[in-house]
């Protein structure tokens, strides 16, 4: 059994089933307002509007990429 065509075969699977569930990215309030091109405060009146959804972890809010396409989304349709 050749070693290094068991580790190809391995990372060739790896490499499909990362490739068949995309990531999930989390972000806080910052790393959000800049990944929709808003300013934080900005970002912050149209969570508290109810346009942006987000999770509270302790005393920080989780958003996820749904989540921003979905305002962004939105923010095309108007």
Do not use: C, H
Request: charged share 30%; glycine share 8%.
């Amino acid at each position: 059994m050749d070693l290094q065509a068991t580790i190809n075969a391995l990372a060739e699977r790896v490499a499909k089933l990362e490739g068949a569930r995309p990531r999930r990215r989390v972000f806080n309030q910052q790393d959000a307002a800049r990944e929709v091109g808003i300013s934080v405060n900005k970002f912050r009146e149209e969570q508290k509007a109810g346009r942006i959804k987000g999770n509270l972890s302790g005393r920080t809010w989780m958003f996820t990429d749904e989540e921003l396409q979905k305002y962004v989304a939105g923010q095309s349709d108007t």
